[in-house]
Structure formats: C-alpha cells, structure tokens
C-alpha cells in the first residue's frame, strides 16, 4: 500500500506528558499538512510543508504544538505538556501540485489525553 | 475567506432510494470545492472534485454533484443507495493561501442506508 501512513494509530497519555506523532506521505508528494478533527466536527487545518519549509501555520497551531520536516520526507508532530482538550484525531494529507493538487489522507492518530 | 455549510447533520435512507447530500459554500472567488467521505476507522477519501471545468462533476462509487453558482450550492447525489455507502460525508472548499490549498471542511452529514 503507498498511500499516507500515520503512527501510532491511537495514542493515550497523561495530562502535562508529551507526544510526538509521524506521518509519511505518498512518496513523490512534495506538499504535507496536518489537520484536526475533534468529535462531531469536520477535521480544521493546522499547518502546511511544501518541502522541508513549513509554509503556514494557523492560529489553532499554539506555542506547545511543533512540526517538523526535517527533509522534506516524513513529519513529525510533537505535543507538549498535554492538555486534555488537546484530545482529538490528529491527520496527515499529502499532495502533488502538478498532479492536480488533491489532498491524499492518513488514517489518522487518535489522542486520548486523560 | 471561504466557508462551506452542510445543511443536513443526519440523513437516513432506504438501500435502492436516491441519495441527496447538501451543501452550501460561500468564496470570494471561484472556488474548488470536494466532497470527502469517511468510513468509521478509515482515513478520509476523496469522492470528487470541482475546478471550474463542468459543472456537474462525476466521482467514484456512483456519487456525482452539481455546482451550482447562483445557488452558491454543490450537493451530492447518488441514484441508489447501497448499504456500504453508510459513512460521514464532507463538504469541502479549497482555498488558496500562499501556494497550497488550504482545505475549509463542513461539519459532516452522516448518512445512515436501512434495508
């Protein structure tokens, strides 16, 4: 399977604990993204690569919330000091411009912070 | 900035029944807009997309949608409802910041098929 892949799938934490979640893109992707969805709602944009630059951050994305691209393969989502609000379904799409742009998603990381 | 409301949070149908999905955007320019659809435990997939081409766009499993700038709608719709099709549905718009495309998603409509 080449689509986007996610890990850990679910992850459990303690509140004030740090994560850290990876996505790998489909391979030829150059652009990645990272949105949230909490339960009920439709997933909300967090922040955008094109390559190794982060391009975008939105204002969802707090001073505990880093990512990272480090060459332009893989990301990496780190949380720090956990809240419990901070509990949500962590997603991962990738796309190609040339391609036609269309996002591709992961399945997902499922943060429980308790 | 760019905005998509999805008018049903529910809706339930009969398998073999047509199948309509509504969704209302809102852009200050000409938009793309997606439908997305999610099965539970499984990552999002993309039905279909509009860019401005023709308006009535064709997608996967049958679901195809209608753009529909005076109404500024672009609902989904399927013939016959079949018993996979059971899932959350998303209205999504693209908006363009910088050179990415950011996606603006809806809030779901879940479609419940019943024998």
């Known amino acids: 399977d080449t689509g986007v892949s996610q890990n850990p799938r679910h992850k459990i934490t303690k509140r004030g604990q740090n994560v850290t979640f990876r996505c790998d893109p489909i391979?030829?992707?150059?652009?990645l993204y990272w949105y949230r969805q909490t339960l009920g709602q439709g997933p909300e944009f967090l922040t955008y690569?094109?390559?190794?630059?982060?391009?975008?951050k939105s204002r969802l994305l707090s001073d505990r919330f880093s990512a990272e691209r480090p060459k332009g393969s893989f990301s990496t989502l780190e949380i720090q000091r956990t809240e419990q609000g901070d509990s949500a379904m962590y997603l991962c799409?990738?796309?190609?411009?040339?391609?036609?742009?269309?996002?591709?998603f992961g399945p997902g990381t499922r943060l429980t912070v308790t | 900035a760019q905005s998509v409301t999805q008018l049903d949070s529910h809706v339930s149908v009969s398998e073999g029944t047509p199948v309509l999905l509504r969704c209302n955007y809102s852009?200050?320019?000409?938009?793309?807009l997606f439908w997305y659809v999610q099965h539970p435990n499984k990552g999002l997939q993309l039905l279909l997309k509009?860019?401005?081409?023709?308006?009535l766009v064709k997608g996967i499993n049958g679901f195809e949608a209608e753009f529909k700038k005076s109404e500024t709608s672009f609902h989904l719709t399927k013939p016959s409802a079949h018993m996979s099709d059971a899932a959350e549905y998303f209205c999504?718009?693209?908006?363009?910041?910088?050179?990415?495309?950011?996606?603006?998603f809806g809030t779901g409509t879940r479609l419940q098929v019943t024998l």
């Open positions: 509009y860019t401005s081409a023709a308006t």
């Open positions: 852009s200050s320019y000409s938009p793309s």
């Open positions: 690569f094109q390559n190794e630059a982060q391009l975008e």
């Open positions: 999504v718009v693209s908006g363009v910041t910088g050179t990415a495309s950011k996606l603006t």
């Open positions: 391979s030829e992707h150059n652009r």
């Open positions: 799409a990738s796309s190609f411009p040339i391609l036609g742009d269309e996002q591709y």
